[in-house]
């Protein structure tokens, strides 16, 4: 498995490791998320000088406004909090996912002379390869590295930046989240 491939996998460990503390185990409620961001993220709550910044990060990643989040919502919060600094050094899983994404974007994005520390066309071709070559291989369309830069380069300049590459990778995971849930669900049927 790539360095990719494990934070992503690790990304939806570290959900399911808190979002199963209840009876739902598909959602992460509000004692949950504060229990997740205490334990994955002391670093950056440590520096909070607001005691409801849980209430608000709730509130903010809810869209379906039912006090909790899925992972899907819960994806934008990794994308955030990966692109602050930190400030110390990666010691949980979720601070170590987030890093690898980093690593990972910035060794890709700095093989060119360009200097827009962005994914061109080639840089991200290259990734996809290195990094996640059984999704590569599963796809069927020649076009499949131009259909992602089409659709995930929200500002349109043909290139991914960080936070761009952040949404396909939220993509592939929560894709990757769909599948084992319903695959988990068949076995339980059986």
Excluded: W
Excluded at 32 to 41: A, H, P, Q, V, Y
Excluded at 67 to 95: N, Q
Excluded at 151 to 168: P, Q, T, V, W
Aim: include cysteine; proline fraction near 3%; charged fraction near 35%.
């Amino acid at each position: 498995m790539t360095e990719l491939e494990q934070s992503m996998e690790s990304l939806y460990l570290v959900f399911h490791k808190y979002a199963d503390g209840d009876s739902d185990a598909k959602t992460i409620t509000k004692k949950e998320l504060k229990k997740l961001m205490n334990t994955e993220l002391p670093s950056f709550m440590k520096n909070q000088r607001n005691p409801k910044v849980v209430d608000y990060i709730l509130k903010d990643l809810d869209a379906n406004k039912d006090d909790k989040l899925d992972f899907e919502e819960f994806h934008p919060l990794v994308a955030r909090l990966s692109m602050i600094s930190l400030g110390s050094a990666a010691v949980t899983e979720l601070e170590k996912s987030m890093e690898s994404l980093m690593k990972t974007f910035n060794k890709h994005a700095d093989e060119d002379a360009d200097d827009t520390h962005t994914l061109t066309k080639k840089e991200l071709k290259k990734i996809v390869e290195a990094e996640l070559p059984s999704f590569l291989k599963a796809q069927k369309d020649p076009e499949t590295v131009d259909n992602i830069l089409k659709d995930f380069d929200a500002n349109k300049d043909d290139k991914l930046d960080f936070g761009e590459f952040l949404l396909l990778v939220a993509r592939i995971s929560i894709s990757c989240e769909k599948f084992y849930m319903l695959s988990c669900k068949k076995k339980s049927k059986k």
